[in-house]
Nanobody
């Protein structure tokens, strides 16, 4: 079992920044972790992911150059630094863990095994 708890969401004006954090507890192994978001009336979508060592990252085109994903395995945390936020970034943000090892980073929701409860990010125009 893996438990994931997100924090750091909130209300920010367009152009502002937020930093989301995901605390990980339970089973520890060499797994990929990712961030997804879900806007009202839409499905859950991939935002960014990072492999176990942090040597590989992947971003959705919509956030490239604005968001940065990172992880600290010693502290069992993962973060998402979000800069230059836009109103269309408004969504609930979820962290997730993909327990499959030695696989390329996956962007598909169904491939992630554990999810946090989500944190709301609202960007006003």
């Amino acid at each position: 079992q893996v438990q994931l708890v997100e924090s750091g969401g909130g209300l920010v004006q367009a152009g502002g920044s937020l930093r989301l954090s995901c605390a990980v507890s339970g089973r520890t192994s060499r797994y990929t972790m990712g961030w997804f978001h879900q806007a009202p009336g839409k499905g859950r979508e991939f935002v960014a992911a990072i492999n176990w060592s942090g040597s590989r990252t992947l971003y959705a085109d919509s956030v490239k150059g604005r968001f940065t994903i990172s992880r600290d395995n010693a502290k069992n945390t993962m973060s998402l630094q979000m800069n230059s936020l836009k109103p269309e970034d408004t969504a609930i943000y979820y962290c997730a863990a993909d327990l499959k090892q030695w696989q390329p980073i996956d962007t598909r929701v169904a491939e992630y095994d554990y999810w946090g409860q989500g944190t709301q990010v609202t960007v006003s125009s």
